[in-house]
C-alpha cells in the first residue's frame, strides 16, 4: 500500500555521515563512494525506517533499506532508527521524459485532455492562438506534442543603424513573452509547460544562478498553470543587475535554496527532491536554463519563423547568427530550426558560462536530441547537419563577470535602441560586431526584462 509521506519528517536526514563523530564501537553505515552525489544512485540515511519502507513503495524511487545502528550527533538522529537507503531519483530532465510510446496511447488521451473543445491548444485567456511552425509543418505533433502560446510571433528583426557596420540584424525577442518575464526562456517554456501538465506535475526543481532569468520566467509562468518551482541558486558575482533580479526571484513566488556551488548543489537534490515531494511525487526535475530537448524545440520553433521572415524579404538570409549560450538550448535550437526550414545561415554561440560543456560538440548533440523528439513523436524530415559553432573567446573571467567589449557593446546596442543585460547579451553583441566580415550578421536578442 502507498502511504503518504510528509516531506517535513524528512527534513534534515540528508546530512552526509559524520564520520569523525561517530562512536568508535558504531562505525557509519556504508555510504561508499556515491555521497555526495547527484548521480541517479545516490546513498541517502533516512532518519526512520517506515519512512524509508514507505520511500522504497515510491514508483521512481530504488531504495535498499539496510537497518543500521549507527547515529550520526550531528544530524541530531535518534540512536537505532537510522536506514541506509539508496535512492534512485528521477534526475532525467534530460531526456525528452517519455516512455516508449504506443501508437494511439496515453498521449492521444491527452491531447484530448488539452483540447477539450477540439481546438489546437488549451483555452487560454488573453493568448494569442496562433499554431506553432513545428505544427504546421508537422501535422503529427499536433496531438504528440503540446504547445502553449505565450508570446506573440513572428517576433521583429530589422537592421541595425550606427554601430560601425551596415550589415547588422537584429531578430529581437525581448518582447516575447506575455508574462512578467519576457526573451529566450518563454520559447522553451511554451513546450515544457504543456508537457508538464500533461504529466500532472505540480512542482519542479531547478538550477541557475542568482541573477536567474531562467528561474524567474519558469516560476511566473509556471504559477499560472498551478506549477510550483523551486530553485537552486549558485552563487555569481554580484552587482546591482543580480541584486534586482534576485528581488524578483524573491517576489515571484519561487521557493529558494542558496546552495552556492554547483558541488553543494548536487550534494544537496537528494534532499531537496525529497523536501519538496508532495505526497509520493518528487518534484520533476527542469535542467539548468530549460535546455532539456524539448525547451529546445522553442528555438526550432524561432529558425523556422526566421526561414518565413527571409523568405518573405524581411532581411537577408544571414551568413552568420549571433547568440548568447548560456546553457545550450538556444543556440542548439536555432542551429536545428535553420537546418529545418533550409537556411543556409552559421549559428555562432557566444559561450558566456564555463560551468558546462557547450563545445560545438556538446550543442550539436543537444541539437541531435531535440531532432530525436520531433521524429520520435512523429515527424519525419531529412536535413543537412546544424551548421553551428561555439566559441568562449568573449567569456572573460567566467560567467557574470564583466568585459570591458561587452561593457562597450552594451553602449553600442543602447544608441541602436537596443537595452543588453551584461551576462548574456552584451557579450553576444560584443561578438556579432566583429562576427562574418563578409555579413550579413543577425544577432538574437534574447533579453526580455520587464518591470
Ligand atoms: C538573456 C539570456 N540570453 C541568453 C541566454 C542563453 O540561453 P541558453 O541557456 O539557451 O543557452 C540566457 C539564459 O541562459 C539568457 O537569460
Redesign the pocket.
Known amino acids: 500500500m502507498r502511504g503518504r509521506l510528509p516531506p517535513a519528517r524528512c527534513e534534515g536526514i540528508l546530512t552526509a555521515p559524520d564520520r569523525s563523530a561517530a562512536p568508535s564501537s558504531t562505525a557509519p553505515p556504508p555510504t561508499g563512494a556515491t555521497w555526495p552525489a547527484a548521480d541517479r544512485d545516490t546513498t541517502l540515511t533516512l532518519t526512520e525506517p517506515p519512512h524509508a519502507e514507505s520511500w522504497a513503495r515510491h514508483p521512481e524511487v530504488r531504495i535498499d533499506l539496510q537497518p543500521h545502528g549507527y547515529a550520526a550527533p550531528s544530524a541530531g538522529l535518534v540512536d537505532g532508527s537510522v536506514a541506509v537507503a539508496r535512492l534512485r531519483l528521477p534526475i532525467d530532465g534530460g531526456s525528452d521524459w517519455l516512455p516508449p510510446q504506443r501508437p494511439g496511447s496515453h498521449l492521444a488521451g491527452h491531447a484530448q485532455e488539452l483540447h477539450p473543445e477540439g481546438r489546437q491548444h488549451p483555452p487560454c485567456p488573453g493568448r494569442d492562438m496562433t499554431t506553432p511552425q513545428l505544427h504546421r509543418r508537422f501535422p503529427a505533433l499536433e496531438r504528440t506534442l503540446p504547445f502553449l502560446r505565450l508570446g506573440d510571433a513572428p517576433t521583429p528583426v530589422r537592421k541595425l543603424t550606427g554601430t560601425g557596420r551596415d550589415d547588422l540584424w537584429c531578430k529581437d525577442d525581448s518582447g516575447y513573452g506575455s508574462g512578467g518575464w519576457g526573451?529566450?526562456?518563454v520559447r522553451?517554456l511554451e513546450w515544457l509547460l504543456p508537457e508538464l501538465r500533461r504529466r500532472g506535475v505540480r512542482t519542479v526543481l531547478t538550477v541557475g544562478a542568482t541573477g536567474?532569468?531562467?528561474g524567474l520566467a519558469a516560476t511566473l509562468y509556471g504559477r499560472e498553470l498551478g506549477i510550483d518551482t523551486v530553485i537552486a541558486l549558485v552563487d555569481q558575482p554580484e552587482d546591482e543587475h543580480v541584486r534586482e533580479q534576485l528581488r524578483r526571484l524573491r517576489r515571484s513566488g519561487a521557493t529558494l535554496h542558496f546552495t552556492r556551488s554547483k558541488p553543494l548543489t548536487m550534494a544537496a537534490a537528494p534532499w531537496l527532491f525529497l523536501r519538496h515531494a508532495r505526497g509520493l511525487r518528487l518534484p520533476s526535475y527542469l535542467p539548468?536554463?530549460?535546455?532539456a530537448p524539448i525547451?529546445v524545440l522553442g528555438?526550432v520553433e524561432a529558425g523556422l519563423e526566421l526561414g518565413d521572415q527571409v523568405e518573405a524579404g524581411e532581411l537577408p538570409e544571414p551568413r552568420c547568427i549571433v547568440?548568447?549560450?548560456?546553457?545550450?538550448?538556444?543556440?542548439?535550437?536555432l542551429a536545428l530550426g535553420c537546418a529545418l526550414a533550409g537556411l543556409r545561415s552559421q549559428v555562432l554561440?557566444v559561450v558566456?558560462?564555463e560551468t558546462l560543456p557547450?563545445a560545438t560538440v556538446d550543442l550539436t548533440r543537444l541539437a541531435g536530441r531535440a531532432a530525436a523528439v520531433l521524429r520520435r513523436r512523429g515527424a519525419a524530415f531529412d536535413i543537412p547537419p546544424p551548421r553551428l559553432t561555439s566559441t568562449r573567446a568573449h567569456l572573460g573571467r567566467g560567467y557574470g563577470h564583466h568585459t570591458t567589449e561587452a561593457t562597450a557593446a552594451a553602449q553600442v546596442a543602447e544608441a541602436a535602441g537596443l537595452h543588453l543585460?551584461p551576462?548574456?547579451?552584451a557579450k553576444?553583441f560584443a561578438a556579432a560586431l566583429t562576427a562574418a566580415p563578409d555579413g550579413p550578421v543577425l544577432f538574437l536578442n534574447?533579453?526580455?526584462p520587464r518591470t
Open positions: 526573451g529566450n526562456k522553451k536567474t532569468n531562467w539548468a536554463g530549460g535546455s525547451g528555438y547568440t548568447a549560450v548560456g546553457s545550450g538550448g538556444t543556440a542548439a535550437g554561440a558566456v558560462n557547450l543585460d551576462v548574456y547579451t553576444a534574447t533579453y526580455g
